[in-house]
């Protein structure tokens, strides 16, 4: 919405505005979960004895967790630095090197991740679940629901990454009509690379549910740092000689 109504003002205002707007939903978000804990406070914490034990608890499972959680963006700060530069120390030229990553990362990485935002979802409900019937001791249920979870998230990758691969060019085209008929080509072959992440993507989410449900926080950690520094190493083999394809290997890899 701030975005919509600075455009007027100019591009680099209207985006400053979708920036604000980001920052401003996430203040009331933390704001209103505040003042739920608030009042829930007293249901929450009833005694005061043992809260240290508590803390401890919480950060154990909290930190490999968070850990985990900053994977992601910090494969973005790197390959932001990387693919680049890698481009233009093997020739290209830096406004081709940028254009070529900004359109993989500006129009090819938001479609491919829509399907992850789905999983994600399943991720943030199925966790509960799991734990829950942990908690109460009941395998069966905990069996149950982890199985309809790997269904569902195998259910929703591999359909998508199918429909990524085939028809990539067309939703890319329809999504973003700006794009000329050369950066649409170039968009769609990065597409049908990266889409193959989509299947492992979801199945991963789903795992890493399952695995912080269980008490296991440390091992989506290990597996998503590893992965990190494998996308890396293959990236840095690969970007010199096939430029920002080579970035969509590494991603896929």
Request: neutral net charge.
């Amino acid at each position: 919405l701030l975005a919509w109504r600075l455009y007027p003002l100019g591009e680099s205002i209207a985006a400053a505005g979708a920036m604000l707007g980001v920052t401003a939903g996430e203040i009331v978000a933390f704001l209103a979960l505040l003042f739920r804990y608030m009042r829930k406070r007293p249901e929450i914490l009833p005694q005061k004895t043992g809260q240290s034990g508590c803390l401890r608890a919480i950060l154990l499972v909290a930190l490999p967790v968070t850990l985990s959680a900053c994977v992601v963006p910090i494969e973005g700060v790197i390959d932001s630095a990387m693919v680049v530069n890698l481009m233009t120390a093997s020739g290209a030229s830096i406004a081709y090197a940028r254009t070529a990553f900004g359109i993989f990362t500006g129009f090819v990485c938001p479609v491919a991740a829509v399907p992850a935002v789905m999983t994600m979802a399943l991720n943030q409900s199925l966790l509960p679940a799991i734990a829950e019937a942990k908690t109460a001791g009941d395998m069966a249920s905990m069996e149950k629901r982890a199985h309809t979870g790997l269904s569902l998230s195998i259910i929703i990758g591999l359909p998508m990454t199918a429909l990524l691969f085939v028809l990539g060019g067309d939703i890319l085209g329809a999504i973003f009509p700006s794009l000329t008929s050369e950066e649409l080509a170039f968009a769609t072959g990065l597409m049908k690379v990266d889409c193959l992440t989509v299947g492992f993507i979801s199945v991963i989410h789903i795992t890493s549910a399952l695995l912080h449900a269980t008490g296991h926080t440390v091992i989506p950690l290990v597996s998503l740092g590893v992965g990190c520094i494998v996308k890396v190493a293959v990236g840095a083999m690969t970007i010199p000689v096939l430029g920002v394809v080579g970035a969509a290997i590494g991603s896929a890899a």
